[in-house]
């Protein structure tokens, strides 16, 4: 594929600022959009997206972090199992250890003990039951993007008889979670740009309900410079036209269908449940837990996990962060109290986060 030049690639930004404010000025009125993906928050910062933009245009930040959208009982039930079994290990992703439970303990306490192990990839958990003497329990949080990786390591798991190996099973659906957001009477966005490497795992049918309930633009982003504004370029172009359809302007990684093998085998290992959201609170099958044939693997199931519980830390505004209604400058402990070095909520903590975003990349409001 032949790349475009520094040259080439200015001028298409400058086509695309250009078209998009000709739009803006011919709606004449504000232009609230939701990126739903934690990396577009990212993005859209680290390229400075922003200062291009319209003044009458908004972005939000939403509900597309995996860690920022898991609750903090979640980490609590997994601190207790620790300290009640003995024979319990932890694997999780780097990020979670460092969010705080709603009573500010976090699982990288443990880290020195050899009880919480850092993993990169849902493969490495094969490698890491042979070499413990005990139970290894995965911390399952993540979106489509991820579960078809512990979909296949769980497939593998079965097929090899692995015996110490469970999951503790958060994971989450952006669809659904889109479709209560929507429903809430105070949402006011008028656009979606859509999460890209969800989107190459789902394609772009789950998303129509949008247009059949909303008649609302959403369009597929990836997650370059020039990406973000051409999908920006073709939400602007749907308002100005009054149209409001799915598009994908992330060709090169997205198909219409998805991934049907990655699907196929997400649905052999897990099925749609009601799951509980940090910010959105209880989403009728908006989560995935695991299909009886697998439930061996299931960690609350053979741990006996207490339900999870909407409890966070006192005076934490990520909740409302996540949902686009509070931008993380507007949270009183932002800058001070929480820090990367020193979060008090997930939203600081990760890579994905809308808050860490924001203080490694400049605050000024989109
Ligand atoms: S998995 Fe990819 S597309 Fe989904 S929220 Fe994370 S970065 Fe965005
Ligand atoms: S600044 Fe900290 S406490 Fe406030 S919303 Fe962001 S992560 Fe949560």
Known sequence: MKTASLEETGKLAADFTK???GYAKSIDREIVIMEVCGTHTVALRKHGIHSLLPRNIRLVS???CPVCVTPASFIGNSLELLENDKSVHIATFGDMAKVPDDKGRTLSGY???GRVRIVYSPADLIALCAETDGEVVFLGIGFETTIPAVASTLLRAKKTGLANLSVYACFKQVPPALLALLSN???DLDALLLPGHVSAILGLAPYQFIVENWHMPAVVAGFEGLDLLS???MIVRQL???RGTVENAYGRAVRNEGNVKALAIMREVFSPVTSLWRGLGTIPLSGLGLNNDF???DAERRFELPPLTDT????????EVIQGKTQPRDCPFYGSRCTPDRPVGPCMVSSEGACAAWFFYGDAPI
Do not use: K, V, Y
């Not at 966070?312 to 909740?319: K, S």
């Open 231 to 233: 999908a920006i370029f």
């Open 240 to 242: 100005a036209s009054g």
């Open 185 to 187: 009477p105070a949402c």
């Open 295 to 297: 439930a061996r693997f």
């Open 62 to 64: 939403g509900p597309g």
């Open 111 to 113: 880290t020195g003990t």
């Open 19 to 21: 078209g998009i404010s």
């Open 312 to 319: 966070e830390q006192d005076g934490c505004m990520c909740a």
